[in-house]
Nanobody, 126 residues
Framework: QVQLRESGGGLVQAGGSLRLSCAASERTLINYAMGWFRQAPGKEREYVAAISIRGETRYYVDSVKGRFTISRDNAKNTLYLQMNRLNAEDTAVYSC???????????????????WGQGTQVTVSS
C-alpha cells in the first residue's frame, strides 16, 4: 500500500494554469502506474490522465487533450498534472491514484487502482 497526498489545487480564473502534485510517502512510486481522477459535484468520477511506471505511455481523456500534461519524477516519488487553459468545466476535486505494475507500457483501467489520495479542490472561475 502506498500513501498519497495531493497539493497544488486552488482557485484560478478561466484560461489560467495550475500544477497539481501527488507525493508518495514511505514507498517509491517506481513500481506503480499512476493516474489522476476528478469528481465534480453531482457527477461521476472521471478518469482524467494516467502514466505508466517510467512514463513511456500516457492516457488522457478527450476533454483535456492538448491542455493537461501528466508527468512523474520517480526520483522524487512525485506525480504531476500540469493544467493549462482551464475552464469552468474543469472545476472538481482532483485525486491521484496508484496501481502496482511491471509492464513499462501498462495503463490501468479506471477501476484497477488500489491506492488513493484524499484529493485537492480545483475551482475555475469564469
Amino acid at each position: 500500500q502506498v500513501q498519497l497526498r495531493e497539493s497544488g489545487g486552488g482557485l484560478v480564473q478561466a484560461g489560467g494554469s495550475l500544477r497539481l502534485s501527488c507525493a508518495a510517502s514511505e514507498r517509491t512510486l517506481i513500481n506503480y502506474a499512476m493516474g489522476w481522477f476528478r469528481q465534480a459535484p453531482g457527477k461521476e468520477r472521471e478518469y482524467v490522465a494516467a502514466i505508466s511506471i517510467r512514463g513511456e505511455t500516457r492516457y488522457y481523456v478527450d476533454s483535456v487533450k492538448g491542455r493537461f500534461t501528466i508527468s512523474r519524477d520517480n526520483a522524487k516519488n512525485t506525480l504531476y498534472l500540469q493544467m493549462n487553459r482551464l475552464n469552468a468545466e474543469d472545476t472538481a476535486v482532483y485525486s491521484c491514484a496508484a496501481r502496482s505494475a511491471r509492464n513499462i507500457h501498462y495503463i490501468p483501467p479506471s477501476d484497477a487502482y488500489d491506492d488513493w489520495g484524499q484529493g485537492t479542490q480545483v475551482t475555475v472561475s469564469s
